[in-house]
């Protein structure tokens, strides 16, 4: 009879949303920890030093691993995000990048 089924379907259909939700809220809670600062700074340290060690080669591009700590350190040291946002190189406008006031004696 499908006066019968209907409401199945119907319990079906929202026993899927809820199941796709709980899914969600899941994953969303239990992705990877945040960065702590100590991390993040071994991480420019790190990219400053290859930039120092190659004589701020200008061709060296910052990896995303480096940049997806810009809004830590900068928070953690008083600086401006952009700054690390649009320093993109080891040599910004023909000048080492500011690797050394922050992260390594130069």
């Given at each position: ?14 026993g899927i ?42 061709h ?47």
């Amino acid at each position: 009879n499908k006066a019968v089924a209907i409401p199945y379907i119907i319990a079906l259909v929202i026993g899927i949303i809820v199941l796709a939700l709980l899914v969600y809220v899941f994953i969303k809670t239990s992705s990877s920890p945040a960065l702590s600062f100590q991390e993040c700074r071994s991480r420019w340290v790190e990219w400053c030093t290859l930039c120092k060690n190659t004589n701020w080669d200008e061709h060296f591009a910052t990896p995303d691993y480096v940049k997806e700590c810009n809004e830590i350190v900068a928070k953690e040291l008083g600086i401006d995000k952009s700054w690390l946002d649009d320093n993109v190189n080891c040599k910004v406008d023909g000048t080492p990048s500011d690797c050394c006031a922050w992260f390594i004696r130069c």
